[in-house]
């Protein structure tokens, strides 16, 4: 069986690399059918990671949020045809203390190894979660970047007090988007408040109980936790405006990635005796409560929805770069392909 793997080998350059696939043993093949691009492959596909990270990861296969269907299962885990979620965190060992997703040998698919575009993924049965519900398959394909936003919040109830009246999301791009709809459902109880700048993405958070321009906070405005999802270069006036408003021995989640060291006041953290944490990545038990949350509440798939920018079916390579370039324009929103090699 011979397998066709899509690779960038440099920026806004895609090669076709044939391999044969070896139908013995307790692997699983799945044939790719809707992907999503993030901003992590948009960053190697552009070229606009440093010179010396690209050297080192390409040629590579990109995206990481997909889903597919099972056409070969030599473990007996899954039957062909059945729906599945890939998982692309790949542990190579476990810790009874450190999750999976932080261990530092682990491997992650479109960043360590090839990912998604390929004719077939080979996986082992654990890193797959299956889909027994109705759910729409296009909000499906981003189902790592939902159980990545899951995962904060499900540490957020590890580390925070119980007192949650309030809670701040900082950021009107996809992530803070994710998050503040999960929240909404997760803590029905709880006043959501969404802190962004750009009042054309404001207007999609419709759910939330309270839209706040960054450069509009009341003074008196106290929230008890905060997730800062805006990274870059703006996550310094984001956390420096959650520490200004939240109150003592608040929470703050840190979901915004930047490339440059973020200065942080430490004096008002250690004055609010606040806790700061970090979430990166996702972990299998991550997807699983993902799926069974997209199972649970219909509602999150319809918002979901409301963030899918644009769906472009794939039927050659050329389509996979205009699918690149197409998401590279929008300011908003998720784009989705519909993998129909």
Not at 52 to 66: D, S, V
Not at 68 to 73: F, H, N, R
Request: charged content about 20%.
């Amino acid at each position: 069986m011979i397998n066709a793997i899509y690779r960038v080998v440099s920026p806004k350059l895609l090669e076709i690399a044939y391999e044969e696939i070896d139908l013995k043993g307790n692997h699983v093949i799945v044939r790719p059918t809707y992907l999503s691009i993030c901003k992590a492959d948009q960053r190697y596909y552009q070229g606009s990671r440093d010179p010396e990270i690209l050297a080192k990861k390409l040629p590579m296969a990109l995206i990481h949020e997909g889903i597919g269907k099972v056409v070969y299962d030599g473990s007996g885990s899954f039957e062909p045809g059945d729906t599945v979620v890939i998982v692309p965190n790949t542990p190579v060992e476990s810790d009874e203390v450190i999750g999976e997703n932080y261990l530092s040998s682990s491997k992650f698919r479109s960043s360590g190894f090839d990912g998604f575009l390929q004719d077939y993924v080979i996986s082992t049965p654990d890193r797959l979660v299956k889909i027994n519900g109705n759910i729409n398959y296009c909000v499906a394909s981003f189902s790592e970047l939902i159980s990545v936003c899951l995962h904060s919040i499900n540490r957020l109830n590890k580390f925070s007090h119980s007192r949650k009246n309030s809670i701040g999301v900082w950021g009107d791009g996809n992530v803070g988007f994710i998050t503040a709809v999960l929240l909404k459902f997760i803590f029905p109880g709880t006043k959501i408040i969404v802190f962004g700048k750009n009042p054309e993405k404001l207007s999609y958070f419709t759910f939330a109980d309270e839209i706040c321009s960054i450069n509009d906070v009341p003074d008196d405005l106290r929230i008890d936790h905060a997730f800062e999802c805006v990274g870059g270069q703006s996550s310094q006036s984001a956390i420096d405006q959650i520490i200004d408003h939240i109150n003592p021995e608040g929470t703050i989640s840190l979901l915004g990635v930047s490339e440059y060291p973020v200065p942080i006041n430490t004096r008002m953290v250690l004055e609010k005796g606040l806790r700061l944490y970090g979430s990166s990545r996702s972990a299998k038990e991550d997807f699983e409560n993902t799926i069974g949350i997209l199972e649970k509440y219909p509602e999150i798939v319809n918002y979901l929805e409301s963030i899918i920018a644009s769906v472009c079916p794939i039927r050659t390579i050329n389509d996979i770069s205009h699918a690149f370039e197409k998401d590279n324009q929008l300011n908003f929103g998720k784009t989705v392909l519909i993998w129909d090699k």
